[in-house]
């Protein structure tokens, strides 16, 4: 049997700023960008301005969002290029499954 095994990126995108969002400490083994870095990464969600994933596997699928809807987009390879083949992805309000890890429990 051929089994595929799906991995995949997830990222957000922030509004870089150098307004201190977190004590990280007096750790004098970080220099200042480092130190600013960390500060970056360690934002609340309420400061993304994009965030999504992709998924590689015997397709590959980017979803992202701006903030106005999700959009799933999978990759055309005779045109090198991903077409748009779900907007608007919502998460179903009820369902027979309610985690992954308990789906075939």
Not at 16 to 33: R, T
Request: glycine residues 10%; aromatic residues 12%.
């Amino acid at each position: 049997m051929l089994q595929f095994l799906a991995t995949g990126s997830i990222f957000g995108i922030y509004n870089p700023n150098d307004e201190c969002l977190a004590d990280i400490g007096d750790d004098s083994a970080l220099d200042q960008s480092e130190q600013r870095c960390v500060v970056n990464v360690c934002q609340p969600g309420d400061n993304l301005l994009a965030a999504g994933y992709c998924m590689y596997s015997s397709s590959v699928i980017f979803v992202l969002t701006i903030g106005k809807g999700v959009f799933a987009f999978t990759l055309d390879l005779m045109y090198g290029e991903f077409v748009l083949a779900r907007e608007n992805t919502q998460i179903p309000k009820a369902g027979n499954i309610y985690a992954f890890d308990e789906g075939n429990y």
